[in-house]
């Protein structure tokens, strides 16, 4: 696994759900095969599938449910299907050759209809963990990866939480994220010792609730 990069999305997942403080963060996660993605577009209507090792947006794709049939979003460009067969087919061709999860659809904040979400980076220095940074994260027009690789723009954390949910206290969300954040390092130590630097990707849905998308860790 070199160093401590612990590069699969579902290691470190599997690892949070075990705390029952942190489990309700987490979008509900499987592994991508036929039955886990019927079932999940099903109960959520929509769901991001991603490569378990990978990131910066790469091999992303949305996959929706509607009265209307299905459609997979990669990039720019979205395709429609009349039935979960056809739609399936289709994924299995445009996806990369990698192993893959299904997470339950987020309806992300929004400013100006560009879904945020946000990026706390936490490094440990010396024996104590401080945060390095706390920014918001603006989709692209058009996209629904947040991504600055694919055009993404940064904002403030505290500048992202008021425009996006003018009606939530900014600042009690910014703590909460702080807590997450403490407390899933302490997890994550537990699990995998020597990590000494992790990015949470949060992101809060339209009533203002917090998840935790991912949790990147960088060798030492």
Same mark, same amino acid.
């Given at each position: 696994m070199g160093g401590r990069q612990l590069a699969s999305k579902w290691l470190k997942t599997e690892a949070l759900l075990t705390d029952p403080e942190v489990a309700p963060y987490i979008p509900q996660t499987r592994g991508l095969n036929r039955e886990n993605l019927y079932?999940? *577009?099903?109960?959520? #209507?929509?769901?991001?599938v991603k490569p378990i090792v990978g990131g910066g947006g790469y091999g992303v794709i949305k996959i929706n449910r509607s009265d209307m049939g299905y459609s997979i979003t990669?990039?720019?460009?979205?395709?429609r299907y009349a039935n979960f067969n056809d739609m399936y087919q289709a994924?299995?061709?445009?996806k990369v050759r990698r192993k893959y999860l299904i997470q339950q659809g987020i309806h992300l904040a929004r400013i100006q209809g560009r879904p945020i979400d946000y990026r706390v980076k936490y490094v440990k220095s010396g024996d104590h963990w401080e945060?390095?940074?706390?920014?918001?994260? *603006?989709?692209?027009? #058009?996209?629904f990866v947040t991504n600055l690789c694919k055009g993404g723009r940064l904002l403030s954390c505290s500048e992202g939480l008021r425009r996006s949910l003018p009606h939530i206290s900014s600042a009690a969300k910014r703590n909460e994220m702080r807590h997450l954040t403490r407390k899933c390092t302490a997890i994550l130590e537990r699990h995998f010792p020597g990590i000494g630097q992790l990015g949470f990707d949060y992101g809060l849905d339209y009533s203002g609730k917090i998840w935790i998308f991912e949790v990147n860790t960088r060798p030492q």
């Open positions: 079932s999940m *577009l099903e109960s959520y #209507g929509f769901v991001v990669k990039s720019l460009q979205t395709s994924l299995l061709r445009v945060f390095r940074a706390m920014v918001g994260r *603006l989709a692209r027009q #058009g996209l």
